[in-house]
């Protein structure tokens, strides 16, 4: 029988490659085991993993048992107050032992705070746009109309629309 060859063909899965950076990543914020942010919604489930984030595991001088902090925003910070112990359990299930001795809520506005990822929500569709009268439209195609390149006159006609709306509100 022939020797196999390989089928990679000299290629390396993005995994292999990235996993050490990951894990360099989440070690500098405390997380031993990276599956607790990559994985978060499996194992909180979709209830607690729609209104948290974890942001830091942080362990005392003595080294005896960590704190996982979780940021959410304010109004759901006392419901994730009164499930702190099944969520300690499940994230030391992940760890399997008790690495986490403490969970701490943080609170933080409903909007901000780009690296906390503090919108947990997709954002709600707003009021609709209101719709262009005629006499909007033809005063913003009059006022392009000296432009010669018809695409060029077409988005300055659209922008100056759009403009003039925006005002008239």
């Known amino acids: 029988m022939p ?6 063909k000299g290629f390396t ?15 500098s914020r405390g ?4 599956r607790l942010l990559t994985q978060w919604n499996e194992i909180m489930g979709k209830d607690i993993s ?8 942080s362990y005392g ?13 304010g109004a759901n910070a006392p419901m994730l107050e009164m ?3 099944q969520m300690r359990a499940k994230v030391n299930a992940v760890y ?12 933080t506005a409903g909007q901000g705070f780009a690296e906390g990822r503090a919108l947990f929500d997709p ?6 746009e209101p719709v262009s009268t005629p006499e909007i439209r033809q005063q913003a195609v009059e006022t392009a109309s000296p432009v010669r390149d018809a695409g060029l006159r077409d988005a300055l006609a659209q922008l100056g629309e759009n403009i003039l709306n925006k005002t008239n509100r």
């Open 13 to 27: 899965r993005t995994s292999s490659l990235l996993t050490g950076r990951i894990r360099a990543a989440s070690e």
């Open 61 to 73: 001088r003595g080294g005896m048992g960590a704190t996982l902090t979780l940021l959410t925003t």
């Open 123 to 128: 954002a709600k569709p707003g009021t609709p």
């Open 31 to 34: 997380f031993a085991q990276s």
């Open 96 to 107: 399997g032992y008790n690495a986490i001795a403490r969970v701490r809520i943080t609170q």
């Open 3 to 8: 020797p196999r060859r390989a089928s990679t």
């Open 50 to 57: 729609s209104i948290s984030r974890p942001v830091e595991v």
């Open 83 to 85: 499930q702190k112990e």
